[in-house]
Structures are given as C-alpha cells and as structure tokens.
C-alpha cells in the first residue's frame, strides 16, 4: 500500500463542502512553503494554495479563490483545504507538497507529490 498522505476525498454533489488533510511524512519546519495541487487526467498540475515565505501569507489561484481556504495545524503536523461551494470543473485528485510563490505574480509552483493524492469528484 503507497503511504497515505493526503485523505478526505470523496463524492460531493455541486455546491457541497469538503474538506482534505496532508500529514507529510518527512519532517519540515513550521515555516517551510507547503500547499496543494490538484491533476485532472490529462490535465496539467494546477495549483490551488501555497503559504508565500516571506510574510507567510497564503496565495490562491483564482480558480478556487474565495472558495478554498488552506489551514495548517503545527502542533498536529497537519495541512488543510477546506473547498466550499465546490464545481463539476474541480473533480481532480489533489495532491499536498512543497511550493513556491513567484517573486514576479504570485504563480504558484509546487515540487512534486508527497503522496498517491486523494481524488476529488463533484457530480449530480
């Protein structure tokens, strides 16, 4: 069994909520860039939320902007997105790992998988 990483995917009707956790496996410090991606089959990676370096503020994509909200509990060693009024456009499996927040327009860049994913799918 690959290592679970990432949980709290499912089925959600549009409009629904839910929410996913990342326990990285690798110890980090508290202050290291992490966030999600998410992949659609053959689609490229999408960034979704990364916390920038410098003022440790967390920079969305504006697909999920207003939607999504990442959170981070240190003392659990666990990182957060809670998706609300979820869309057909956001089935994907999402993926947690290091990130980076461009210098010159905030694209967010992301360092491959921490884990197999957990899939995503909104549908009626």
């Known amino acids: 069994q690959v290592q679970q990483v990432e949980s709290g995917g499912g089925l959600v009707q549009p409009g629904g909520s839910l929410r996913l956790s990342c326990t990285p496996t690798?110890?980090?410090?508290?202050?290291?860039?992490i966030g999600w991606f998410r992949q659609a089959p053959g689609k490229e990676r999408e960034g979704l939320a990364c916390?920038?370096?410098?003022?440790?503020?967390?920079i969305y994509s504006d697909s999920v902007k207003g939607r999504f909200t990442m959170s981070r509990d240190d003392a659990k060693k666990t990182l957060y997105l809670q998706m609300n009024r979820l869309k057909p456009e956001d089935t994907a499996v999402y993926h947690c790992?290091?990130?980076?927040?461009?210098?010159?327009?905030?694209?967010?860049?992301?360092?491959?998988?921490w884990g197999q994913g957990t899939q995503v799918t909104v549908s009626s």
């Open positions: 790992s290091d990130c980076t927040v461009r210098l010159h327009d905030d694209w967010l860049t992301f360092f491959g998988s």
């Open positions: 916390i920038r370096s410098t003022d440790q503020q967390t």
């Open positions: 690798r110890p980090r410090l508290d202050d290291d860039a």
